[in-house]
Antibody, heavy 121, light 107 residues
Framework: EVQLLESGGGLVQPGGSLRLSCAAS????????MSWVRQAPGRGLEWVSA????????YYADSVKGRFTISRDNSKNRLYLQMSSLGAADTAVYYC??????????????WGQGTLVTVSS | DIQMTQSPSSLSASVGDRVTITCRAS??????LAWYQQKPGKAPKLLID???TLQSGVPSRFSGSGSGTDFTLTISSLQPEDVATYYC?????????FGPGTKVDIK
């Protein structure tokens, strides 16, 4: 059974940094691209970033480019999102999601339950 | 970047009704279109990819169609458990843009 479990969310001050982690199990982690998707309170879904199975290719939404860094440790079956220069607009539930097949620009067939990031003073 | 729009933004229908949600891409995306269902307080669930391929375990009352710029998600007979927000998403190239969502509830 595929499982994705996010952690690392919490309250952070504007301008601060935070690292999210996603523990994956139930599939061969290194074979699949992974994404982070966020959802601000009461709002829709926003794709944030994606990473190929090898970790060699990364992709970012314009809204986070230069501030967020996606990475993975295939030996630990973990996905990460390092976030810096955080602002109120980054307040959201952050979901880790697995790409169904192929490269990063694909449908997301499994999702974690999300971790809440709140940016506030 | 390609923009995704959905209509309506919300709808209310009776149990057993046929429900249709429309998604439009600002440029052609072939059939690189997925539909997700998100129930309140839950993570999204992939229902359909490649515009019309139903995921395993998804009830057959759900169906998708379209290609190019215009797509539809149809629920042939609305059930109480279908109350959710539905999102389309274009893929095949980044960014993986989602539509704004359509909230479906029971009248």
């Amino acid at each position: 059974e595929v499982q994705l479990l996010e952690s690392g969310g919490g309250l952070v001050q504007p301008g601060g940094s935070l690292r999210l982690s996603c523990a994956a199990s139930g599939f061969t982690f290194s074979n699949f691209a992974m994404s982070w998707v966020r959802q601000a309170p009461g709002r829709g879904l926003e794709w944030v970033s994606a990473l190929s199975g090898s970790g060699g290719s990364t992709y970012y939404a314009d809204s986070v480019k230069g501030r967020f860094t996606i990475s993975r440790d295939n030996s630990k079956n973990r996905l990460y999102l390092q976030m810096s220069s955080l602002g109120a607009a980054d307040t959201a539930v952050y979901y880790c999601a697995k790409t169904e097949i192929g490269g990063p620009p694909g449908p997301l067939d499994y999702w974690g339950q999300g971790t809440l990031v709140t940016v506030s003073s | 970047d390609i923009q995704m729009t959905q209509s309506p933004s919300s709808l209310s229908a009776s149990v057993g009704d046929r429900v249709t949600i429309t998604c439009r891409a600002s440029r052609g995306i072939s059939n690189y279109l997925a539909w997700y269902q998100q129930k309140p307080g839950k993570a999204p669930k992939l229902l359909i990819d490649a515009a019309s391929t139903l995921q395993s375990g998804v009830p057959s009352r759900f169906s998708g169609s379209g290609s190019g710029t215009d797509f539809t998600l149809t629920i042939s007979s609305l059930q109480p458990e279908d109350v959710a927000t539905y999102y389309c998403q274009k893929y095949g190239s980044v960014p993986l843009t989602f539509g704004p969502g359509t909230k479906v509830d029971i009248k």
